[in-house]
């Protein structure tokens, strides 16, 4: 049977993404590193054995400083990722673009140490050079060297190099694809709040809920999030673009983690009397089939309060650019968010 769950249908989890090279490789070096730090002298291992251990060491040695040099290169394309994504730094790197541009910074570092070490006298300290590598080759291959200005500061004619003008445009690559993979991640994540809150209230209270107990945010940055919340909940909007619009501040908000204890703890289907569940979307069907005239009666009807009263006949006025279907779907989510899916049911199986 296929499942329920939106994420189950729309692709891989990028934080739960099992690399199977990576997870060989670090057993690998956990053996190896197991092999080279066991004293075998006096054990009676085979002399050819201890040969291979005693060669493997001379061998750690010698590529030790391309080891040092490849992981600070490596560190630099972490810091970039990070920066670039920062709302989805981890999501950035486990995807497959992310890993390409930390290879490369990776693989170009050690290249950089081989040919500085085939050119620097051989007295030369290594640390010295791992760091001076390590630190300056990231730095030139993302350099524009300027040797002769233009008078005035206009750059339209100064003479210049740009050393990092093809980093750039692989820079530019990864950063495009990882977009591209993060947006369908996105919506992945919104997709599992909307199969969780079947309403466009309960998305709403969520997200301002998960605004106040945000301690980081500036008064500044509140009031823009609750300007952009005020505005995902227009009535002039379509109720599942409110609902997508609602889905997607919560997850920037609160994150992965929060949209996972979200999406545990909350259960979409809502009940009858008799137990049997009722589909909100199926009863919002339903209820927008109906005239706009006689869907307004019925909810000026099932809600007496004032602002909701206010709210309906507001959703029920002629706009221009909004086609009567726009409205007859903003009266009826309006409706079933107040009174429920099961008594929305209700009135719906009314006659008109």
């Avoid at 909307?194 to 309403?199: M, Q, S, V």
């Avoid at 004032?306 to 989510?333: F, M, Y």
């Amino acid at each position: 049977m296929e499942s329920s769950d939106p994420s189950a249908r729309a692709g891989p989890d990028l934080r739960r993404r099992f690399n199977f090279g990576l997870a060989f490789g670090v057993l690998l070096l956990a053996a190896a590193a197991l092999f080279l730090v066991t004293p075998l002298e006096g054990t009676g291992a085979s002399p050819l054995v201890l040969t291979v251990q005693t060669q493997a060491k001379k061998g750690l040695e010698a590529l030790s400083p391309y080891l040092f040099v490849g992981l600070l290169g490596a560190v630099v394309g972490l810091a970039e990722l990070s920066k670039t994504f920062s709302d989805y730094p981890r999501e950035a790197i486990a995807a497959r673009w992310g890993q390409y541009l930390i290879w490369l910074n990776a693989v170009a570092a050690m290249f950089a140490y081989f040919v500085a070490r085939l050119y620097t006298p051989p007295e030369t300290s290594s640390i010295l050079l791992i760091l001076s590598v390590g630190f300056g080759f990231p730095a030139l291959i993302r350099t524009k060297f300027t040797f002769a200005k233009e008078l005035g500061g206009k750059d339209s004619a100064d003479s210049s190099v740009n050393v990092g003008w093809l980093y750039e445009q692989f820079q530019y690559l990864c950063k495009k694809q990882i977009d591209l993979e993060l947006m369908s991640y996105r919506r992945m994540q919104v997709d599992r709040l909307l199969g969780r809150f079947a309403t466009v209230q309960e998305l709403y209270q969520t997200a301002v809920y998960t605004l106040k107990a945000r301690a980081t945010l500036t008064d500044e940055e509140e009031t823009a999030k609750l300007d952009e919340l005020q505005k995902a909940i227009d009535p002039k909007l379509p109720a599942d673009l409110a609902r997508l619009n609602l889905g997607l501040l919560i997850l920037e908000l609160g994150g992965v983690s929060y949209v996972d204890l979200l999406a545990r703890s909350k259960a979409m289907p809502a009940a009858t009397a008799g137990g049997a569940e009722v589909s909100v979307d199926a009863v919002v069907k339903e209820l927008r089939a109906r005239p706009l005239a006689d869907l307004q009666a019925l909810a000026l009807e099932a809600l007496p309060s004032p602002e909701d009263q206010a709210r309906v006949k507001a959703l029920c006025e002629p706009v221009p650019g909004i086609p009567e279907v726009t409205q007859r779907a903003s009266v009826a989510r309006y409706l079933v968010d107040r009174v429920g899916a099961a008594k929305a049911q209700e009135l719906a199986a009314r006659k008109g």
